[in-house]
């Protein structure tokens, strides 16, 4: 077996700025603000949801999710992790001793130009900002993508909570036997108010600094888990055992916990948010987990006597199947197909004087693919699109994929900009550098029930009384949706050719593991099973998938070379 490392408790001191680091084996310990990381026993609890959405939910379909279900009883085993969510001032000093904001596959780690980040580099180092309403040092950080939560994490000597850890250590009443609704009980009866899940400062809700609330702490006695940010966690977005869709998306990371800009629906425990790990978000951060690093099933996908492709380039029109509108104000948000050009085209104008436009709307087209796909074969799905607009703060936009012949957008769709859930899956939004065509590629989605649905989220808020005004519009052009049979992971872990995977070849691949974000040698790229630039868990779960035992013939998929699809 792959060895288990076990990670140190940090020490951490009242509201003192982040302390010395100290290097212990290949392990970062860093003295940082607000006491001991939180132990929480091995033992199972009932994660998900088991009870009905509420009688008064208005429309219905939309306060919970079906990704909730089926309510299991999980075995977790022990870890520690931190009482509060990771600080500016901590982030900041994070980035002053990597000295990087990407990793080495180029994956930014926050949005330096998002107005709502709340550090900067000053020219020497970078800090926390302190401006003439707030010092933002002690606000949790946000805008911070995936890979700079779990960058954060691994120089800090432990990793990002699963979604199974994130919810016992928010949820979970060892006492009672209970898992609660929300983190203090099972009554919304925290500091919120009835829509921002944080009460709200003057000028409008924001952030607080973290453990602004100790009357909402959970039964370990963590801090914010639910509002001020959502909080990534690690492993996937997987259907629960026994749901009524299966599927395994490798692409997505879960968020939990809700946020400031959220109801109290959103910010339950058993509430599941997938976004793609570059998503960064003014009400999106994280905390630090410590324990053995989690065995995360690879998706496995084998070869393919036939692999088909899908071409849609809108040059043929079709109404919209549906359009569905959580809010809106002013008249202009509207949803077409352009064939002259071949694009979906959604818009949100404000031209002039005293226009004001705002809304959160998606639209949605059916497509019908024939038999080039069936139910449970896994696709990658690629996405042509270009934005108007990167700053999110005003305007959003999305697309996202699900399957059904009838009405499709709730209950999964929870919003028109990143939030779509089962069984919808989100693929690009408006993230990236706007005004340029980018190609966005969702991978190994499982094909669902029914036609293919395609949605076009759109939110915003575009205002001429803003300061400073916010005049002209915002729109979203998707050239063409591509659809390929996903090619197999192989993992040939036969490196001694005698026919089987055993204790040898473990120890082969022993040798090239280096953790996750860390370049591989060239002499270990066939070690990395899954094409990311390291060797770590994922791929040895792969390894693991492979293991038959000295003299036990090998499952084909790991010993002979496996032709790359064509076509």
């Not at 999980?74 to 992790?81: C, G, S, T, Y």
């Not at 500016?88 to 000295?99: K, M, P, Q, R």
């Not at 609330?213 to 909080?231: H, I, Q, R, T």
């Not at 899908?310 to 569905?324: C, K, V």
């Given at each position: 077996?792959?060895?288990?490392?076990?990670?140190s408790?940090?020490s951490?001191?009242?509201?003192?700025?982040?302390?010395p680091?100290?290097?212990?084996?290949?392990?970062?310990?860093?003295?940082?603000?607000?006491?001991?990381?939180?132990s929480?026993p091995a033992?199972?609890?009932?994660?998900?949801?088991?009870?009905?959405?509420?009688?008064d939910?208005?429309?219905p379909g939309?306060?919970?999710?079906?990704d909730?279900?089926?309510?299991?009883?999980?075995?977790?085993?022990?870890f520690?992790?931190?009482?509060?969510?990771v600080?500016?001032?901590e982030y900041?000093?994070?980035?002053?001793?990597v000295g990087?904001?990407?990793?080495?596959?180029?994956?930014?780690?926050?949005?330096?130009?998002?107005?709502q980040?709340?550090i900067?580099?000053?020219?020497?180092?970078?800090?926390a900002d302190?401006?003439?309403e707030?010092?933002w040092?002690h606000?949790?950080?946000?805008?911070?993508?995936w890979?700079?939560a779990?960058a954060?994490?691994?120089?800090?000597?432990?990793?990002?909570?699963?979604?199974?850890e994130?919810?016992?250590?928010a949820?979970?009443?060892e006492?009672?036997?209970?898992?609660?609704?929300w983190?203090?009980?099972d009554?919304?009866?925290?500091?919120?108010?009835?829509?921002?899940?944080?009460?709200?400062?003057?000028g409008g809700p924001?952030?607080?600094?973290?453990?602004?609330?100790?009357?909402?702490?959970?039964?370990?006695?963590?801090?914010?888990m639910?509002?001020?940010v959502?909080?990534?966690?690690?492993?996937?977005?997987?259907?629960y055992?026994?749901?009524?869709?299966?599927f395994e998306?490798?692409?997505?990371?879960v968020?939990r916990g809700g946020?400031w800009?959220?109801?109290?629906?959103?910010?339950?425990?058993?509430?599941?948010?997938?976004?793609p790990r570059?998503?960064?978000?003014?009400n999106?951060?994280?905390?630090v987990c410590?324990?053995?690093?989690?065995?995360i099933?690879?998706?496995?996908?084998?070869p393919?006597?036939?692999?088909?492709?899908?071409?849609?380039?809108?040059?043929?029109?079709?109404?919209?199947?549906?359009?569905y509108?959580w809010w809106?104000?002013?008249?202009?948000?509207?949803?077409?197909?352009?064939?002259?050009?071949g694009?979906?085209?959604a818009?949100?104008?404000?031209?002039a004087?005293?226009?004001?436009?705002g809304?959160?709307?998606?639209?949605m087209?059916?497509?019908?693919?024939?038999?080039?796909?069936?139910?449970?074969d896994?696709?990658?799905?690629?996405?042509?699109l270009r934005?108007?607009r990167?700053?999110?703060?005003?305007a959003?936009?999305?697309v996202?994929?699900?399957?059904g012949?009838?009405?499709?957008?709730?209950?999964?769709?929870?919003?028109?900009?990143?939030?779509?859930?089962?069984?919808?899956?989100?693929?690009a939004?408006n993230?990236?550098?706007?005004?340029?065509?980018?190609?966005?590629?969702?991978?190994?989605?499982?094909?669902?029930?029914?036609?293919l649905?395609?949605?076009?989220?759109?939110?915003?808020?575009?205002?001429?009384?803003?300061?400073?005004?916010?005049?002209?519009?915002?729109?979203?052009?998707?050239?063409?949706?591509?659809?390929?049979?996903?090619?197999?992971?192989?993992?040939f872990?036969?490196?001694?050719?005698?026919?089987?995977v055993?204790?040898?070849?473990?120890?082969?691949?022993?040798?090239c593991?280096?953790?996750?974000?860390?370049q591989t040698?060239?002499?270990?790229t066939d070690?990395?099973?899954?094409?990311?630039?390291?060797?770590d868990?994922v791929?040895?779960a792969y390894m693991?998938?492979?293991?038959?035992?000295?003299?036990?013939?090998?499952?084909?998929?790991?010993?002979?070379?496996?032709?790359?699809?064509t076509?």
């Amino acid at each position: 077996m792959l060895p288990v490392g076990h990670w140190s408790s940090v020490s951490r001191s009242t509201w003192l700025p982040i302390g010395p680091i100290v290097v212990a084996g290949s392990l970062l310990v860093i003295s940082a603000a607000f006491g001991q990381s939180i132990s929480v026993p091995a033992g199972g609890f009932w994660m998900g949801r088991s009870e009905p959405e509420p009688p008064d939910c208005s429309p219905p379909g939309t306060c919970y999710y079906d990704d909730e279900l089926p309510a299991q009883w999980v075995e977790v085993p022990a870890f520690q992790i931190d009482p509060h969510e990771v600080t500016n001032a901590e982030y900041a000093t994070f980035l002053n001793a990597v000295g990087v904001i990407a990793d080495t596959e180029g994956n930014p780690y926050i949005d330096v130009d998002d107005p709502q980040i709340r550090i900067h580099y000053n020219g020497s180092v970078w800090a926390a900002d302190i401006d003439a309403e707030t010092d933002w040092k002690h606000h949790p950080m946000r805008e911070v993508s995936w890979y700079g939560a779990d960058a954060y994490c691994r120089w800090a000597g432990g990793r990002l909570p699963t979604e199974a850890e994130w919810e016992k250590a928010a949820a979970w009443d060892e006492a009672a036997q209970h898992a609660r609704k929300w983190p203090w009980s099972d009554v919304f009866s925290c500091d919120c108010s009835s829509w921002w899940c944080n009460a709200p400062y003057a000028g409008g809700p924001t952030t607080y600094p973290v453990g602004s609330f100790p009357s909402g702490v959970s039964p370990y006695g963590l801090f914010d888990m639910a509002g001020n940010v959502w909080e990534w966690t690690m492993g996937g977005y997987r259907s629960y055992p026994g749901a009524s869709l299966v599927f395994e998306d490798d692409s997505h990371e879960v968020q939990r916990g809700g946020s400031w800009t959220n109801s109290d629906y959103n910010v339950r425990c058993a509430t599941r948010s997938p976004l793609p790990r570059y998503i960064t978000d003014a009400n999106l951060g994280f905390r630090v987990c410590y324990g053995p690093e989690p065995s995360i099933p690879p998706v496995v996908i084998h070869p393919r006597q036939q692999y088909s492709e899908w071409f849609e380039d809108f040059t043929t029109y079709t109404p919209m199947a549906e359009i569905y509108t959580w809010w809106v104000y002013g008249t202009g948000t509207t949803f077409y197909i352009d064939r002259t050009n071949g694009w979906v085209v959604a818009a949100l104008r404000n031209n002039a004087e005293p226009t004001e436009v705002g809304g959160e709307v998606m639209g949605m087209i059916r497509r019908d693919t024939g038999d080039l796909f069936a139910t449970g074969d896994y696709v990658d799905i690629t996405v042509r699109l270009r934005y108007e607009r990167g700053d999110r703060d005003y305007a959003r936009t999305s697309v996202g994929v699900a399957w059904g012949n009838t009405r499709m957008i709730l209950p999964g769709g929870r919003g028109a900009d990143e939030n779509f859930g089962h069984p919808w899956f989100l693929v690009a939004n408006n993230s990236d550098e706007p005004g340029v065509w980018h190609e966005v590629t969702l991978k190994q989605v499982r094909w669902g029930v029914g036609k293919l649905c395609i949605g076009f989220g759109l939110w915003g808020n575009l205002s001429y009384a803003a300061s400073p005004p916010i005049v002209g519009q915002h729109r979203m052009w998707v050239d063409w949706v591509r659809v390929r049979h996903s090619e197999p992971v192989t993992a040939f872990a036969d490196w001694d050719s005698d026919g089987d995977v055993d204790g040898e070849d473990v120890s082969a691949f022993e040798s090239c593991a280096a953790g996750p974000g860390v370049q591989t040698t060239d002499n270990c790229t066939d070690r990395d099973f899954d094409g990311d630039q390291d060797v770590d868990q994922v791929d040895f779960a792969y390894m693991q998938r492979c293991i038959s035992g000295p003299g036990i013939p090998a499952d084909p998929l790991c010993v002979p070379a496996v032709p790359r699809p064509t076509g």
